[in-house]
Each structure stands twice: as C-alpha cells, then as structure tokens.
C-alpha cells in the first residue's frame, strides 16, 4: 500500500509541476499581457511602463521561476484592478466557494446514492424508471435555467429564500440545490450500474444463501463493491462543483471564486486568473489523487496495478 501512495504521489507532484507551466504560460498565450493590462486604450509607453513594473521583459524562464518561489511562499502576485495582494482577494472568496461546492457535494451524494442502489434493487420496474427519468430531466435542464426558476418561485412569489447574496445560511440554499442537481445523475446512474453489475455476482448470492438480511448484503457486500467506479467519479464531480460554478455564482450574484474569475477576465486581471487557475487545477490533482488512494484501501488488486 505504501508502494501504491508514494507512486500516485509522484505522479500527483508531477501533474502540479505541468499545471504550473499550464497556468503560467495561460497569460502568455493571448499575446503580450503587458499590452491587456494597460487597456485598449493604453498607448505604447504605458505597455512598456507596465512590461517594466511586472517584469514581463525579463526571459521567460526567469520570470517562471520568480513566480513559482513567490507562490510556494504563499505570494500569488499582486492584482493590476484592486492593487492588492491576490492572496488576501482569494481567500475571502475561495471560503463561499468551497462551502458552496460541499454542501452541493454532500446533498448530490445523500441522494443519488440511495436512489441508484434502490433503482438497482428494482430494476426494470416504475421505481426504476422514475430514478432514470430523474436522472435524464437533471441532464437536460441547463443549471442557469433552473436557477431564474427557483429564483422566481421560492424567491420572488413566495418570498421564502433570498434570490442573491450569501450573507445569511439561508442564501446557500437555491445555489446548492441547482449544483446538486447537476451533479445528482452522473451519480446515480454510475451507483446503479455499479449495483447491478454485483447484485448478480456469486459472492452475493452465497450471502443471500447464508440467510444474511437483505439490508446486511446491500451495505456490507454489494455497495463496498458498487462504490469503486462512485468514488473515481465523485472526485471529478466535486472539482466540477468547486470550479464550474461561474454561471451559477454568477446568478445567485455569490461571491465566490467562478464569479472572481469572470469579473477577473473582464477586467484583464491576469495575476487573478493566473491564480485561481493554478487553485483549481490543484484541487483537481488533490481529489484525483486522493480518490485513487481510497479506492486502493477498499480494493487490494489496485494496490498491485502500475499508477
């Protein structure tokens, strides 16, 4: 087991190093930033003044690694629109974020684990196809949509949540329905395969055999099994929550690090995009890497794969 860390550990160390190149090239790759930080209306001795001021004359390379040492440092750069620290801006809006995308997280899986093992169970049946239409009408409906419609009906007739802002709990509560029900299909469509596939397997029915409790075989024999391809997935989800939620922030006029991000491109504040997009690509290698480990604790024959 130790092998099988240290090697996804190693490749999680390399995939950041790439992820650093990725998003600091990002800047570089739209043309001189020097030119989008001045402004469309900046002449040419304001590009120069600011290719001076931020060091964009410099070699490429050496500027890499300045920037590498200052983030390591917990330096990410200093804002060109609010002349701040980029730090001290993310941190007050990555905290709306993550509790956002987990509170979504938790709700999608409370639900459509339950629901997938129960379509499983009964397969074929009105149970079953109520579950899949569930989960194809979430496919359908854009998360946008759905949320002007709560918007309107819980916020605006009914008056009973907030329709913006997160100053209170209850202003969390149409943003992480709408996230939830995004991620709810994908979930429940992989916990039902994932259940049908080991309802049918033998060591199964030889508990069944044993006389066991139904819900006994469920928790402890099928879902164990059923719940490998869940996890792979749920890490993946859960980036999507944390970094995909620009539309729905933006909705919801949550100030969180999706709707930072827009306002941040709007603006041409590349030190801002350039960390946020090393933030959430990292937290993709973490949840990646970490769901790999889980799944190896719960199956020994990953332990012995390559990573």
Known sequence: MLGFVVRRLTVA???????SWLSFGLIFMAGDPAIAIAGSGGSAA????????YGFDRPIVVQYLDWVTGVLGGDLGRSVYFNMPVSEIVAARVKVTLLLGFLSFAL??????PLGVVAAMFRNSIVDRLALGFAVLGQAIPSFWLGLMLIVVFG???????????????????PVL???????????????????????????????????PGWLVITRHALRNAVLPLISLSAVQLGVLLSGSIVIESVF??????????????????PVVQ????????????????????????????????A
């Open 156 to 174: 605006v007739w009914y008056g009973i949540v907030p329709i913006s802002g997160t100053d209170t709990w209850r202003g969390y509560i149409l």
């Open 108 to 113: 999608a899986l409370l639900v459509a684990v």
């Open 178 to 212: 709408v996230l939830s029900y995004y991620a709810m299909p994908a979930m429940m469509r992989v916990t039902r395969s994932g259940m049908i596939d080991v309802l049918d397997a033998d060591y199964v029915r030889t508990a069944r055999a044993k006389g066991l």
């Open 253 to 270: 006029a949550v100030n969180g690090m999706g709707r930072l991000a827009w306002e941040s491109l709007l603006r041409s504040d590349l």
């Open 13 to 19: 160390l390399l995939v950041a190093v790439a992820v």
């Open 46 to 53: 304001d590009a120069a003044a600011v290719r001076e001021a």
């Open 275 to 306: 960390a946020i997009i090393l933030i959430l690509a990292l937290i993709y290698v973490a949840l990646t890497t970490l769901s790999d480990v889980i799944n190896a604790l719960l199956d020994p024959r990953i332990r012995g794969r390559r």
